[in-house]
């Protein structure tokens, strides 16, 4: 289970705390006094200025990252991290902080089936920290060479280039490999697909990707 992110509450931050949480990630926002459980704090240079937020920063002994601004004098154990910043760049940060070591479990072939490469990339990195073999295809034209991988589940968006996850999930449907779809569509649209495709799950893409890969993995070993 991933530690807690102390984050200042900040527009600027939003991004970054948005996709910490979509991974997992349990984050806790913060004014001028971080929850005592977090683990790491994360502030923006908007309000290093702020004397409240200065003794919250010196008080806390545990790291801290800082974006596009000279670390405090009175601060330790606080590191400067410099903009632009992908958010997948800042949860390796963070993960190196924190020195977590992912557990590895037995391993299940799984396909990605996604068009937007930043959410396929952190799948394919949640699921490979959970020892699944990944393959990830963008959609029907290249759906052929990826099956090359068996895969005994398929994760599924609904919008596709070409032919849409409702239409593919019923190509897939034929071979009998059980599909969950993750998408950010309506629940209408979600509770549709899932009854004309079959599958066997229906997750938003708000939800953790921790969460979805360990619904899938509880699935496939219940299914073994």
Same mark, same amino acid.
């Given at each position: 289970? !991933?530690? *807690?992110?102390?984050? @200042?509450n900040c527009p600027s931050l939003k991004m970054y705390a948005d996709f910490l949480s979509r991974r997992g990630?349990?984050?806790?926002?913060? !004014?001028?006094?971080? =929850?005592?459980?977090?683990?790491?704090? @994360?502030?923006?240079?908007?309000?290093?200025?702020?004397?409240?937020? #200065?003794?919250?920063?010196?008080?806390?002994?545990?790291?801290?990252?800082?974006?596009?601004?000279?670390?405090?004098?009175?601060?330790?154990?606080?590191?400067?991290?410099?903009?632009?910043?992908?958010?997948?760049?800042?949860?390796?940060k963070i993960l190196q902080l924190l020195e977590e070591t992912p557990k590895v479990h037995s391993t299940h072939r799984i396909l990605v089936v996604e068009d937007d +490469?930043?959410?396929?990339?952190? #799948?394919?990195?949640? $699921?490979? *920290?959970?020892?699944? /073999? +990944?393959? +990830?295809?963008?959609? $029907?034209?290249?759906?052929?060479?990826?099956? !090359?991988?068996?895969?005994?589940?398929?994760?599924?968006?609904?919008?596709?280039?070409?032919?849409?996850?409702?239409? @593919?999930? /019923?190509? #897939?449907?034929?071979?009998?490999?059980?599909?969950?779809?993750?998408?950010?569509?309506?629940? /209408?649209?979600?509770?549709?697909?899932?009854?004309?495709?079959?599958?066997?799950?229906? $997750? =938003?893409?708000?939800?953790?990707?921790?969460?979805?890969? /360990?619904?899938?993995?509880?699935?496939?070993?219940?299914?073994?």
């Amino acid at each position: 289970m !991933q530690k *807690e992110i102390g984050i @200042l509450n900040c527009p600027s931050l939003k991004m970054y705390a948005d996709f910490l949480s979509r991974r997992g990630f349990t984050v806790s926002y913060f !004014q001028d006094r971080p =929850p005592a459980t977090s683990s790491l704090l @994360l502030f923006c240079k908007d309000h290093l200025s702020d004397a409240s937020v #200065l003794t919250a920063g010196e008080k806390f002994i545990g790291p801290k990252l800082i974006l596009n601004e000279n670390i405090p004098e009175a601060w330790i154990n606080a590191t400067r991290l410099t903009l632009p910043l992908l958010p997948l760049e800042l949860e390796n940060k963070i993960l190196q902080l924190l020195e977590e070591t992912p557990k590895v479990h037995s391993t299940h072939r799984i396909l990605v089936v996604e068009d937007d +490469v930043t959410i396929a990339m952190t #799948l394919v990195r949640t $699921f490979q *920290e959970g020892g699944f /073999e +990944v393959r +990830v295809c963008r959609g $029907f034209a290249e759906l052929a060479s990826a099956m !090359q991988l068996k895969p005994e589940l398929i994760v599924m968006d609904l919008n596709l280039p070409g032919v849409s996850g409702e239409k @593919l999930g /019923e190509m #897939l449907r034929k071979q009998k490999i059980p599909v969950v779809i993750f998408s950010s569509e309506k629940e /209408e649209r979600l509770a549709e697909a899932k009854k004309k495709i079959g599958a066997a799950a229906v $997750f =938003p893409k708000e939800t953790p990707q921790r969460d979805l890969m /360990e619904w899938i993995r509880n699935y496939l070993e219940r299914s073994a």
